[in-house]
């Protein structure tokens, strides 16, 4: 069964920091690039960062320098490492596989705020 289960979020000051967890299915983990999504109130969903099986990462030029993502392969999972976080980086924050999307997960809300 097709699965992903994003965690970490949470509410967090300007200028802090967050991990975000991603845990997948075998299935879909291990022959793909994974990828962080975005979804802010009222906007589309967008693309955060993606990381390629051998680890190359890219990121959205707005989050670039900022945050990190990584992948453990034998644990199936993905993470996101975010500082340096502002107000516009409040969204619910989702993985899944990138450019074939599996059936999206249920996010974890991320919100920057004093």
């Known amino acids: 069964q097709v699965q992903l289960v994003e965690s970490g979020g949470g509410l967090v000051q300007p200028g802090g920091s967050l991990r975000l967890s991603c845990a997948a299915s075998k299935s879909i983990f291990s022959f793909n690039i994974m990828a962080w999504y975005r979804q802010a109130p009222g906007k589309q969903r967008e693309l955060v960062a993606t990381?390629?099986?051998?680890?190359?990462?890219s990121y959205a030029g707005s989050v670039k320098g900022r945050f990190t993502i990584s992948r453990d392969n034998a644990k199936n999972t993905v993470y996101l490492q975010m500082n340096s976080l502002r107000p516009e980086d409040t969204a619910v924050y989702y993985c899944?596989?990138?450019?074939?999307?599996?059936?999206w997960g249920q996010g974890t809300q991320v919100t920057v705020s004093s």
């Open positions: 990381i390629s099986i051998g680890g190359r990462a």
């Open positions: 899944n596989v990138f450019g074939a999307p599996a059936p």
